[in-house]
């Protein structure tokens, strides 16, 4: 039983890749393991540009927002919505290059994505305090995807670009990235208030 399902699905994987990628005219598959490479690598070269105009001495506060202003514009905003539109305009692409058979809830997930993530491309970092609030939902989904892939190259030896590609290292890495860098901004927030609520005791000492 699990031996003809996991062949069935790597033969899933081997059609989708013959039939053409997640979008038309964009070299087969090939799209599927691109794009999320080259959103880390946009969102690391758009920090450090920043960085290297950014004012001398670099603070931590600094470097901390500019690394979350792009992650949060690349990694969540343009990631999720590219993601987003696939599922909407060409489900049965992406459906074959994630090696699953199309399933109309890709619609409603696509929806569901657009709207957050175009969001983010938009307004680029907010507060961290607002940013910790509104990613949350969105850390989950992405630590939820990334685990359903490795369940399905387990439970069904599904090797398809879409599942066990970039994309699995990008689902679990993104949402790592965004939490850690939010961990270090709040730390920082919270050493500065306790920073100034100590200067008026000693002065008064």
Not at 135 to 148: D, N, S
């Amino acid at each position: 039983m699990f031996r003809d399902r996991a062949l069935h699905r790597l033969a899933q994987a081997s059609d989708a890749s013959q039939c053409g990628g997640s979008f038309p005219g964009i070299g087969k598959n090939r799209v599927v393991s691109i794009v999320p490479v080259l959103s880390w690598l946009a969102a690391f070269a758009g920090a450090v540009i920043a960085l290297a105009r950014g004012p001398r001495p670099l603070a931590r506060a600094f470097v901390l927002d500019r690394l979350l202003r792009y992650v949060f514009i690349f990694l969540v905003g343009l990631m999720g919505l590219w993601a987003a539109l696939g599922h909407i305009v060409f489900p049965a692409r992406v459906a074959q290059a994630i090696g699953w058979p199309t399933s109309p809830f890709q619609f409603e997930v696509g929806v569901a994505k657009s709207g957050d993530r175009l969001g983010w491309v938009i307004r680029g970092v907010p507060l961290v305090r607002s940013a910790a609030r509104d990613q949350f939902g969105a850390g989950v989904f992405l630590i939820g995807a990334g685990v359903g892939h490795l369940r399905d190259i387990v439970t069904a030896g599904n090797f398809a670009p879409g599942n066990a590609g970039p994309i699995l290292f990008t689902d679990l890495l993104t949402p790592t990235a965004v939490f850690l860098l939010l961990w270090l901004a709040r730390s920082r927030g919270e050493e500065r208030q306790t920073a100034q609520r100590r200067t008026p005791a000693r002065r008064q000492g």
